[in-house]
Antibody, heavy 121, light 107 residues
Framework: EVQLVDSGGGLVQPGGSLRLSCAAS????????MDWVRQAPGKGLEWVAR??????????DYAASVTGRFTISRDDSKNSLYLQMNSLIIEDTAMYYC????????????WGQGTLVTVSS | DIQMTQSPSSLSASVGDRVTITCRAS??????LNWYQQKPGKAPKLLIS???RLQSGVPSRFSGSGSGTDYTLSISSLQPEDLATYYC?????????FGGGTKVEIK
């Protein structure tokens, strides 16, 4: 059974840093692209970042709103995905979801339960 | 970036009603359109991929159609458990973008 378990969220001051983790199980992580998607309280979904799979050299892409501040990474040997978030601003407050891209890269077929990041002084 | 415009933003319908949600892209997206269902307090769940491919386990009352810039999610007979917010998402280009969501309520 595919499972994604998000962790690492919490309360952080503006300008601070946080590292989110996603523990993957039930599938071979190295075969899949992985994405982070976030949702501000009461708002819609916003794509944050993507890491491609091993076959595509783990290339990364970012939303303009986080470029230069966030870094997506993965450790396939530990079945884990990460999101390092630096220089956090209040607008980064959101539930962050780890997602798996389907094998055909057409969709986000599995989602973690989310981890809440609150940026506040 | 491709803008996704969803309508309506909310709707209220009775059990058994047919419900239709539309999603319009700011340019053609080659049928690379997915639909997600998010129940209150839960993570989104993939319902339909690539315009019309129903995911395993999703009831057949859900269907998707469309082409070019215009896409539709239909629920043929609304059930109480369909209470949720539905999002469209284009997968044609990075950055991935989502519609603003349609909140479905049961009368």
């Amino acid at each position: 059974e595919v499972q994604l378990v998000d962790s690492g969220g919490g309360l952080v001051q503006p300008g601070g840093s946080l590292r989110l983790s996603c523990a993957a199980s039930g599938f071979t992580l190295s075969d899949h692209y992985m994405d982070w998607v976030r949702q501000a309280p009461g708002k819609g979904l916003e794509w944050v970042a993507r890491t491609r799979n091993k076959a595509n050299n783990y290339a990364t892409d970012y939303a303009a709103s986080v470029t230069g501040r966030f870094t997506i990474s993965r450790d396939d040997s530990k079945n884990s995905l990460y999101l390092q978030m630096n220089s956090l601003i209040i607008e980064d407050t959101a539930m962050y979801y780890c997602t798996r891209r389907g094998t055909s890269d057409r969709d986000l077929d599995y989602w973690g339960q989310g981890t809440l990041v609150t940026v506040s002084s | 970036d491709i803008q996704m415009t969803q309508s309506p933003s909310s709707l209220s319908a009775s059990v058994g009603d047919r419900v239709t949600i539309t999603c319009r892209a700011s340019r053609g997206i080659n049928n690379a359109l997915n639909w997600y269902q998010q129940k209150p307090g839960k993570a989104p769940k993939l319902l339909i991929s690539t315009t019309s491919r129903l995911q395993s386990g999703v009831p057949s009352r859900f269907s998707g159609s469309g082409s070019g810039t215009d896409y539709t999610l239909s629920i043929s007979s609304l059930q109480p458990e369909d209470l949720a917010t539905y999002y469209c998402q284009q997968n044609d280009n990075i950055p991935l973008t989502f519609g603003g969501g349609t909140k479905v309520e049961i009368k």
